[in-house]
């Protein structure tokens, strides 16, 4: 591919509304990907771009890998698409199955969405009408976290707990939130940190507020991602489980970033030792390559809802997408998990987390980091804030990293790391050491 063939009118620019993207600072100076290839994607300048954050955390066995293509060409040609509602297609069964086998015991009943965003609102759906189907029609509210993340639905946004994705579009779905777990004692702490787990004692609180009968569920990032990177502290996520167990209200995880490798484990819940009763998934899910996501809900769950579904010919949950179990997605995420599966990748993260936490630990004491957190191959630093300011220096500091060669994630006051797994030690290094001059740099 030439430069020509890559090159963009202005017009061309000005079309397309990017996604949480600075529109008229991009449109100026444009940062174009034509490529990509293991772990480095290729700009439209030719040069080669270390993959910081896995595509958006989500292309963990890096780029092009040949095993997803060739089944998603194979599906195109056999089978593009196959309606949903009440018709299937085999793979969709096929991939069902698949993801169970990521899955803690008892998390083995597949709903397909197309993104994060669709799991989290089917997540919340399926929790309120479980209840409805149990006798509790009053169990309705919803509690999340601040600092949480939980897509951009309407549902994701109300529960999410980012306020800058909730300022602009005033109200959302009624719901509480939990407080952070970021607490200033626990700063540079290395994996999880070891105060903070009385955090979850707050739910007791919204409980004596709302009572247990009048709520569904809690739902949570197990590690919480796009905030910064935020470990849970030891014990946390058990205390959380005993009370949701305690009150009768079901504990949701979001492990669209947590899932498929990322910490090391199978899943979020295996890393941190905690089962949530349903389960978003996506971005690794297919690689990244075809969007898709899903909720996986505990059997009894889905088995609550067949119980009372009333005639065999009548549907159980009124509820669904076009593209729900998509053939090319779920050929995709067949390819992607065998992949997973074969490779020795999540081993692979969770033996060279370490090495990795090592490193980004080393960058304490640069200018302006004011915390470092990790697990995994996920890390965040926080950034102190320019005078009035607080998102410019992770903004300078990105686009310094972009003009070196490596794609790292800017938000908020936060940059973020979320490595390819397949991420060699060299190439840490030179992330890392990259990174700290960044920092040095800023004014």
């Known amino acids: ?16 509304w990017m996604p949480y993207t600075a529109n008229r600072q991009f449109k100026k100076d444009p940062r174009i990907i034509t490529a990509a290839k293991g772990a480095y994607l290729t700009d439209d300048q030719g040069r080669q771009i270390f993959d910081g954050l896995s595509g958006l955390w989500c292309c963990g066995l890096g780029h092009g890998v040949p095993e997803i293509s060739e089944a998603i060409s194979h599906q195109v040609q056999q089978l593009d698409y196959a309606p949903a509602f009440q018709y299937g297609h085999p793979k969709a069964f096929q991939l069902a199955e698949k993801v169970t086998e990521f899955m803690p015991d008892g998390l083995n009943r597949v709903f397909f969405t197309n993104s994060g965003s669709e799991a989290a609102d089917t997540s919340l759906k399926i929790a309120r009408a479980y209840w409805r189907k149990k006798g509790l029609p009053t169990k309705t509210k919803l509690i999340g976290r601040i600092k949480g993340y939980h897509g951009v639905n309407f549902g994701g946004f109300s529960l999410g707990g980012i306020g800058a994705n909730r300022a602009l579009f ?23 940190p070891a105060t903070g787990a009385e955090r979850a004692d707050d739910l007791l609180e919204l409980i004596a507020l709302h009572d247990a009968s009048n709520i569904a569920a809690v739902i949570i990032e197990p590690l919480a991602g796009s905030a910064g990177v935020l470990p849970p502290p030891e014990n946390y996520l058990q205390r959380l489980r005993k009370i949701c167990d305690d009150h009768n209200i079901l504990l949701i995880f979001d492990e669209v970033i947590c899932g498929f490798g990322r910490m090391g484990a199978n899943t979020g819940a295996a890393a941190f ?24 809900a505990r059997q009894d769950i889905y088995e609550t809802f067949m119980e009372t579904g009333g005639p065999e010919y009548m549907m159980e949950i009124p509820h669904g997408y076009t593209y ?18 074969s490779s020795g990748l999540i081993q692979r993260v969770k033996q060279m987390s370490g090495y990795f936490e090592d490193a980004v630990h080393s960058l304490k004491g640069r200018k302006y980091i004011s915390d470092i957190r ?24 990105a686009m310094d990293m972009w003009k070196k060669g490596f794609y790292v994630r800017y938000g908020g006051d936060t940059i973020q790391l979320g490595l390819p797994f397949i991420s060699k030690t060299d190439e840490i290094d030179l992330l890392v050491e990259a990174l700290g001059d960044s920092f040095n740099a800023l004014a």
Do not use: W
């Open 374 to 397: 990790n697990f995994g191959f996920a890390a965040g630093f926080s950034v102190e804030a320019a005078p009035g300011e607080p998102a410019l220096r992770p903004y300078q500091v």
């Open 1 to 16: 591919m030439t430069h020509s063939d890559t090159a963009l009118t202005q017009n061309q620019l000005d079309s397309f």
């Open 324 to 341: 729900s179990g998509h053939p090319v997605a779920c050929a995709a995420g067949l390819a992607a998990l065998g992949v997973l599966q």
């Open 273 to 296: 030792g905690v089962v949530p009763d349903l389960m978003n998934i996506a971005k690794q899910l297919t690689n990244g390559v075809v969007p898709m996501g899903a909720v996986v």
């Open 170 to 192: 005033g109200d959302g779905v009624a719901a509480d939130h939990l407080p952070h777990t970021v607490i200033p004692g626990n700063a540079f702490t290395r994996g999880l």
